[in-house]
């Protein structure tokens, strides 16, 4: 392989080791990051007109995770239903399928990683604004009270820093506050 078709490669976001003809084995988080990043920017090409990544707004975000509320396979019951605030209801509604919170915090997490890896700066990154963090709150709060699940923020400690250090928040995924 040449040089001209390594570089080519790796512009082109090629999974292959430089100098090897095996593809570089990614984690998990890393190869769910790329396909996250694709799958986003697949969206905003697809927006008529076309979108690029460096005139993305937080807007663009927000249409795209409520685009992707129609893959969702969380229940979250509206208020009208005889089922709402009940953690296991006793039998189907009408309800519709969502995204899960915890799912959309974190791909906006990956989101947020990616857009920086490639080269956006941290001060434009749409996927860091406050408008996010509040759907993501509101998200949050909507879908325990549907299901009837307090998300409560612990109490802090006081005492050494490494307990001050700690999250917050109730739940092992990152919230962005």
């Known amino acids: 392989m040449s040089n001209i078709d390594r570089g080519k490669e790796l512009v082109e976001g090629s999974s292959r080791s430089p100098g090897s003809d095996q593809p570089a084995t990614l984690s998990r988080y890393e190869s769910q990051k790329r396909r996250d990043w694709n799958t986003f920017g ?23 995770l409520g685009y992707l509320d129609q893959f969702g396979k969380t229940k979250v019951h509206l208020q009208g239903c005889i089922f709402y605030g009940q953690p296991e209801p006793p039998a189907p509604c009408t309800c519709p399928l969502r995204q899960a919170w915890g ?24 996927f860091a604004s ?48």
């Open 42 to 64: 697949q969206y905003l090409r697809n927006q008529r007109p076309p979108i690029s990544i460096s005139q993305c707004t937080s807007n663009h975000v927000l249409e795209f």
């Open 103 to 126: 799912s959309l915090d974190a791909l906006i997490g990956r989101l947020r990683a990616a857009y920086e890896e490639n080269g956006g700066s941290p001060e434009t990154n749409p």
């Open 130 to 177: 406050g408008a996010i963090r509040v759907y993501l709150r509101e998200v949050k709060e909507c879908q325990a009270k549907a299901r009837g699940i307090p998300y409560k923020k612990k109490k802090k400690k006081a005492g050494t820093s490494s307990e001050s250090k700690g999250d917050d928040d109730s739940t092992s995924f990152h919230t962005f506050s």
